[in-house]
């Protein structure tokens, strides 16, 4: 057996074990990274403004 053979196989065992989340674990969790990209975008557009303002007072 390959091992490319082999590893198909391990991917498709992992896949039988693996249980699907429920509707309301998945809301959860994609409140939850939405949350997390809208903080982060949010800190880097405030460091990008202050960055702007002070170099724009600097010419």
Not at 28 to 43: A, E, P, Q, Y
């Amino acid at each position: 057996m390959s091992i490319v053979q082999q590893k198909i196989l391990e991917i498709i065992q992992t896949l039988k074990l693996a249980k699907k989340t429920s509707k309301d674990d998945y809301m959860t969790h994609l409140r939850l990274v939405l949350l997390g990209i809208g903080i982060v975008g949010g800190i880097a557009f405030v460091i990008k403004l202050i960055a702007e303002f002070l170099t724009f007072s600097t010419k």
